[in-house]
C-alpha cells in the first residue's frame, strides 16, 4: 500500500524524508556550532562556514563577506569573552530546496568581559547550504534579544 500511495503522491513522501534529513543536518551543524564556540576553536568555527558566507555578528556594524573577515571576528570575540559558555534553545529548521535550509535559534552565552562575568541572551539564524557536498554555513546573523 505504502509503494502504491509513494508512486501516487511522491511529494508526500519526499517531503516526509527530506523532512527528516534536514532536521538532522540542521541538529548536526547546531552541535557543530556549540561545541566549536565552547571550544573557542576558531579552526573549528571556520570550518563550518562556506567560503562565500556573509556575516553579520552581534558586535559588527558591516556586513562581512570574506572568511579572513569572519575568521578575525571569532579571533576577537574569543580573545575578549573567555571564558564563555554557550548553549542554544528554541531550535527551528526549515528546507527550502533540495540543498537550502534556515535555521533559527536562541542562545545563552555566560563570558567574562573587563573581569566580569555577563549573561548574553541572542538570537541566532542561519542559512546552511550544500558546497562542494558538504553542508555549510552560507549566512549568519545573530543580535541580542530585546529586553
Known amino acids: 500500500m505504502k509503494k502504491i500511495l509513494s508512486e501516487l503522491f511522491p511529494s508526500i513522501f519526499k517531503k516526509a524524508s527530506q523532512l527528516n534529513d534536514v532536521i538532522t543536518v540542521g541538529e548536526q551543524l547546531f552541535a557543530h556550532w ?9 579552526n573549528a568555527v571556520m570550518q563550518l562556514f562556506a567560503a562565500d558566507a556573509i556575516f553579520y555578528g552581534t558586535s559588527t556594524k558591516t556586513l562581512i563577506t570574506s572568511s579572513d573577515g569572519i575568521r578575525q571576528y571569532f579571533e576577537q570575540a574569543f580573545a575578549q569573552l573567555q571564558p564563555l559558555s554557550m548553549s542554544i534553545d528554541n531550535k527551528k529548521m526549515l528546507s527550502v ?33 550544500i558546497r562542494q557536498g558538504q553542508w555549510k554555513i552560507v549566512s549568519f546573523h545573530r543580535s541580542v534579544m530585546p529586553d
Open 97 to 129: 530546496s533540495d540543498n537550502a535550509m534556515l535555521l533559527a535559534c536562541s542562545d545563552k552565552w555566560v563570558v567574562k568581559l573587563d573581569g566580569q562575568q555577563q549573561v548574553m541572551f541572542g538570537r541566532l539564524v542561519l542559512t546552511a547550504a
Open 34 to 42: 556549540v561545541t566549536a564556540v565552547n571550544r573557542c576553536d576558531v
